[in-house]
């Protein structure tokens, strides 16, 4: 595949240099949340670790661009299939941790296959609204098969099990389907539809996981469980008032009370050291990094640009809502990673490749005019 | 690729303006939910919170519920709750917690004073909840880590509830006794909710009734000071304590019992059998389970698990022994249900029974004569049983014997129970893979060979034959009540079955057991009172064969291979309230050994328990026994 010289000299810069802030922020704060870990000696710091991810994200990152999207989304169930491939390896194979089984060891390295999903999702749906005429809303029939491609991944995600990520997967999906257009009355069925089968989510849950939603409903009833995390994260993020404690000089995280300080809670560290003004910029780069991401695929020239670039968007925004969400306590914890900026591999790697695909639709929308 | 473009482009991207509009707009939406969540926590509610993180330190703790109580059912306390002191750590608060208890050991060695705890300093996942490392400390150790507190961060004492059984061993096996959780118990469906620590029931009620007397933790999220005291409670779930049990037992006719027992080892169950309750159980040689309150230290359990005497089991409920003659009450309700013999037949004993090439004898080798089967009742003949087994054959034998509630478990709330065995040509075959001899079907009818019963058992053959034939579940529960005293659930008597009996056999049974007391030639009469209401039964199982020329020296023989004594009674006769059974391991003969002990307890039970005067009034058989 020959890269266009056009193509390659309009690269968005915007997308990458946003996104290295992002991640350059998020290794000085890594720097910060493992500084007092006691005990966890030897081995590379996670910090170190990272700044690797983002080399390995960045490689990825370019592999994403340099292939025509088109060809990307023609092979979308391919990919797609691969993927759901590596979920059944994880059920048969994988690793357990903290009771769900998750991760996947290739040689050394593991990864999480459920991560790599969020893409080859949006992208089968892609192939799938692509193969469709365009332009005619979704009506309840025609959503079977997107329904069915849904369902495959997040089914055996929630198998692991990993309810937060499954929901992740389902919103997604609601979002590309949404954007994609639905008929008036089928979404009026299905609303009514979704809110009554709701509940019904409650049966198939684990224990673990009522008792999250139900800590987080009330965190005050575990006082010495999920609820002691979201007090101390509460705690944690408050007291860095306006300005801040200052880098290094979090006591939250000093005395240990954070809980996954370098995965999920990293943005408390975070708002604990750098205050009000420091999240509101974090937050403004992460908006703009979205606005952008939209700014790509409104100019993209045709449906499968639009909606590829959306959707890697709508992935990264998700994972900042949900993440920051449960982290103040808005939203119950489910273990969605913030994007680039918490401790992980798999994440990183992914969601660079996200950033390299909505890159991909800028660069070629020049192409595609001829 | 450009006719595929054309094709895809036939929807103008402009029609897209719309839902980018509002994407943005909820885009922007949500970061300002997150934008307002922060405003209101880090400016309005900011300098809050950061007092909160700076100045005091965060304790969580557990608040462990109270076991539920057990009662007897005259309201006496059998197991309540007592205070004890526990030295722990907070892993979190101690920096390095190594350090800090070495500390403290040292501290020790400076008062001569040793550390208790465990050598391996295991911190577990959740460091923000404090572990115990000694348990049960003494107030010298409590006054010096109290007083040295600034050196030793993150110790901190703990109090704790733990078990007091106000009788001691005498009910230790009934009421069991509790411990911390064990790995592999942990792993267990049962105990899913349980946490490492956490202490459960491990035998007897304890453990059969645990999930009612567990109660549930609650905890506390306190925010200290440097000094570690208490400035803020910041959240609490108090503790649910446990429900209260309430059991069917008799705290004062147990120790009636227990003192009544004077052999070694064995067991005395005295059951009510208008309803199956259980009404003193004991088992001996026993143990004090308040050893067990806060572990056990292991130079105990070790003198205690190696001691061939068993002082841990329950041999109410877990040893079998062979029913001996006490078994001839079901060969004959087999032979009279089954129109073998009538109450007027009569066998000749003469002290033999050849059978093929072996001769089996009656335990009075000169032999009875002829008897009725009142008589061999009441003198106990064995020649006569043979004859009667032989022609009912094992399996007819079995099925009575099944009836009676023998070889099954009777489902008591007590762990540990053994099912007994009752042999059938089908079980030796299926076992042993050997066919049944006919000899074999000798040995059983007179309640020896492979027949096993507990003395739990044991109790209810005699307690369903003096009640008229209602065989009933075992009854030790009575109610559950709340801490407060409200009735949760309460628990009635169970029938289970009907004895295949006529009531006029029951009858001829009942009163030849009255014989055994009460006539000149009955084996039962050390059990006999001046009222002359007590029906009974003798039973000497024989541990070993031995020749018959040693029989005669009891005290000669080795402690090992001496008979069991066995006695069950029922008083009073016509309508008993109680039913007692007694087995003496190695005690010798059941009317010598077994019977005087009985005796001993059915006359404080009838001297202090007299009869409710609900009961005449109401039940049909108190009433009709009122009429002329």
Same mark, same amino acid.
């Given at each position: 595949m020959k890269i266009d010289r056009r193509g390659l000299s309009n690269i968005d810069w915007v997308l990458p240099v946003l996104v290295l802030l992002i991640c350059a922020i998020g290794i000085t704060n890594l720097y910060s949340a493992g500084a007092n870990l006691i005990g966890v000696g030897g081995g590379t710091a996670p910090w170190i670790k990272q700044v690797y991810w983002v080399g390995l994200g960045l490689v990825a990152m370019l592999a994403c661009l340099a292939v025509d999207y088109r060809l990307i989304i023609r092979f979308g169930y391919i990919l797609y299939g691969i993927s759901v491939l590596l979920?059944?390896?994880?059920?048969?194979?994988?690793?357990?941790?903290?009771?769900?089984?998750?991760?996947?060891? /290739?040689?050394?390295?593991?990864?999480?296959?459920?991560?790599?999903?969020?893409?080859?999702?949006?992208?089968?749906?892609?192939?799938?609204? %692509?193969?469709?005429? /365009?332009?005619?809303?979704?009506?309840?029939?025609?959503?079977?098969?997107?329904?069915?491609?849904?369902?495959?991944?997040?089914?055996?995600?929630?198998?692991?099990?990993?309810?937060?990520? &499954?929901?992740?997967?389902?919103?997604?999906?609601?979002?590309?389907?949404?954007?994609?257009?639905?008929?008036?009355?089928?979404?009026?069925?299905?609303?009514?539809?979704?809110?009554?089968?709701l509940p019904g989510l409650w049966f198939i849950m684990k224990d673990y996981q009522k008792n999250r939603l139900v800590t987080f409903l009330n965190p005050e009833r575990d006082p010495l469980g999920t609820g002691y995390h979201i007090i101390q994260s509460i705690i944690a993020v408050g007291s860095g008032g306006?300005?801040?404690?200052?880098?290094?000089?979090?006591? $939250?995280? $000093?005395?240990?009370?954070?809980?996954?300080?370098?995965?999920?809670?990293?943005?408390?560290?975070? #708002?604990?050291?750098?205050?009000?003004?420091? /999240?509101?910029?974090?937050?403004?780069?992460?908006?703009?990094?979205?606005?952008?991401?939209?700014?790509?695929?409104?100019?993209?020239?045709?449906?499968? +640009? /639009?909606?590829? &670039?959306?959707?890697?968007?709508?992935?990264?925004?998700w994972g900042v809502f949900i993440n920051v969400g449960m982290v103040l306590g808005i939203l119950p914890v489910v273990g969605i990673p913030l994007p680039f900026m918490s401790y992980g591999g798999s994440c990183m790697v992914v969601l660079m490749m996200a950033v390299g695909l909505i890159m991909n639709v800028s660069m070629r929308r020049f192409v595609l005019q001829s | 690729m450009p006719s595929r473009s054309s094709k895809l482009n036939k929807k103008d991207p402009s029609d897209f303006k719309m839902r980018f509009i509002v994407a943005g707009f909820i885009m922007?939406?949500?970061?300002?939910?997150?934008?307002?969540?922060?405003?209101?926590?880090?400016?309005?509610?900011?300098?809050?919170?950061?007092?909160?993180?700076?100045?005091?330190?965060?304790?969580?703790?557990?608040?462990?519920?109270?076991?539920?109580?057990?009662?007897?059912?005259?309201?006496?306390?059998?197991?309540?709750?007592? #205070?004890?002191?526990?030295?722990?750590?907070?892993?979190?608060?101690?920096k390095d917690p190594a350090f800090v208890v070495s500390e403290l050991k040292r501290l020790y060695e400076g008062r001569n004073l040793s550390y208790a705890g465990s050598p391996t300093l295991d911190l577990g996942r959740r460091r923000f909840l404090p572990l115990s490392l000694e348990r049960d400390v003494a107030w010298e150790k409590l006054a010096l880590v109290e007083a040295s507190s600034a050196m030793l961060p993150g110790i901190v004492v703990d109090v704790v509830p733990v078990r007091n059984y106000t009788m001691g061993p005498v009910m230790a096996h009934v009421l069991g006794y509790v411990g911390e959780i064990s790995p592999a118990e942990l792993r267990h469906p049962q105990y899913r909710d349980h946490r490492p620590g956490a202490i459960i029931g491990k035998s007897g009620i304890e453990r059969a009734v645990d999930h009612l007397l567990m109660g549930k933790s609650g905890g506390e999220q306190v925010e200290v000071n440097v000094a570690g005291q208490k400035l803020n409670v910041l959240a609490m779930v108090d503790a649910v304590p446990g429900s209260n049990v309430v059991t069917t037992l008799d705290g004062e006719l147990q120790q009636v019992c227990w003192e009544a027992f004077d052999g070694d080892a064995g067991s005395i169950v005295v059951m009510n059998p208008r309803d199956g309750s259980i009404l003193a159980m004991v088992s001996k040689p026993s143990f004090d389970p308040n050893l067990f309150n806060r572990g056990i230290k292991f130079r105990d359990w070790e003198a205690f698990s190696s001691d061939r005497m068993a002082p841990f089991k329950n041999r109410s409920v877990a040893s079998l022994y062979p029913p001996a003659s006490l078994f001839k009450l079901v060969v004959a309700a087999a032979a009279l %249900?089954?129109?073998?013999?009538?109450?007027?037949?009569?066998?000749?004993?003469?002290?033999?029974?050849?059978? +093929?090439?072996?001769?089996?004898?009656?335990?009075?080798?000169?032999?009875? +004569?002829?008897?009725?089967?009142?008589?061999?009742?009441?003198?106990?003949?064995?020649?006569?049983?043979?004859?009667?087994?032989?022609?009912?054959?094992?399996?007819?034998?079995?099925?009575?014997?099944?009836?009676?509630?023998?070889?099954?478990?009777?489902?008591?709330?007590?762990?540990?129970?053994?099912?007994?065995?009752?042999?059938?040509?089908?079980?030796?075959?299926?076992?042993l893979r050997e066919p049944w001899q006919q000899g074999e079907t000798v040995s059983v009818s007179i309640g020896q060979g492979f027949l096993g019963a507990t003395p739990l058992q044991l109790v209810r053959v005699f307690a369903s034959l003096s009640n008229g034939g209602m065989l009933y579940k075992p009854r030790i529960l009575d109610r559950i009540e709340s801490p407060q005293g409200d009735l949760i659930e309460s628990f009635p008597a169970e029938p289970i079955g009907r004895l295949p009996l006529s009531a006029e056999h029951i009858k001829l049974l009942n009163s030849a057991m009255w014989g055994v007391v009460n006539e000149p030639r009955g084996t039962g009469r050390a059990a006999h009172r001046k009222e002359r209401d007590v029906c009974g039964k003798t039973g000497t199982a024989q541990v070993v064969s031995m020749p018959d020329d040693d029989k005669s020296k009891e005290s000669e023989i080795p402690y090992r291979f001496r008979d069991h004594a066995l006695f069950a009674c029922s008083v009073p006769c016509e309508d008993p309230r109680i039913t007692v059974l007694v087995v003496v391991e190695h005690g010798g003969h059941g009317g010598s050994a077994a019977a005087p002990i009985a005796k001993k307890v059915v006359d404080w039970y009838m001297k202090n328990r007299p009869e409710d005067p609900a009961y005449a009034i109401f039940s049909d058989k108190g009433s009709m026994e009122k009429q002329p």
């Open positions: 979920l059944l390896a994880v059920l048969i194979y994988g690793d357990m941790t903290h009771g769900s089984q998750r991760w996947l060891a /290739v040689g050394g390295f593991s990864f999480q296959p459920s991560e790599l999903v969020k893409l080859t999702l949006v992208i089968a749906l892609i192939k799938y609204v %692509d193969d469709r005429n /365009v332009g005619t809303s979704f009506t309840i029939p025609a959503l079977l098969i997107p329904f069915i491609i849904l369902m495959i991944p997040a089914f055996m995600i929630l198998k692991q099990p990993d309810l937060g990520t &499954a929901f992740f997967l389902v919103l997604i999906f609601i979002s590309i389907i949404l954007f994609a257009g639905i008929e008036r009355r089928s979404f009026i069925k299905l609303s009514i539809a979704g809110m009554s089968v306006l300005l801040g404690k200052g880098y290094l000089k979090g006591t $939250q995280s $000093q005395l240990k009370f954070l809980p996954e300080q370098q995965t999920d809670f990293v943005f408390s560290v975070f #708002a604990e050291e750098w205050g009000f003004l420091g /999240v509101l910029i974090l937050l403004i780069l992460f908006f703009s990094l979205i606005l952008w991401g939209f700014h790509v695929a409104r100019r993209a020239r045709e449906f499968s +640009g /639009v909606l590829l &670039a959306y959707g890697m968007t709508m992935i990264i925004f | 922007f939406f949500a970061f300002t939910i997150l934008g307002g969540r922060l405003w209101y926590l880090q400016v309005i509610k900011g300098d809050e919170l950061r007092e909160r993180s700076e100045n005091n330190r965060i304790r969580s703790q557990e608040i462990r519920p109270l076991r539920g109580l057990i009662i007897d059912s005259r309201g006496m306390i059998l197991v309540d709750n007592i #205070a004890s002191f526990d030295i722990a750590i907070i892993p979190s608060e101690a %249900d089954q129109g073998l013999i009538s109450a007027e037949d009569t066998i000749v004993c003469r002290g033999t029974f050849p059978f +093929g090439d072996r001769t089996f004898r009656c335990w009075r080798r000169e032999g009875h +004569g002829a008897l009725n089967l009142r008589q061999a009742i009441v003198q106990s003949c064995d020649v006569f049983f043979y004859t009667l087994g032989l022609q009912l054959g094992v399996d007819t034998i079995a099925e009575y014997a099944r009836a009676f509630g023998l070889g099954s478990l009777t489902g008591i709330e007590i762990a540990g129970e053994k099912e007994g065995l009752v042999p059938t040509r089908g079980w030796k075959l299926q076992q």
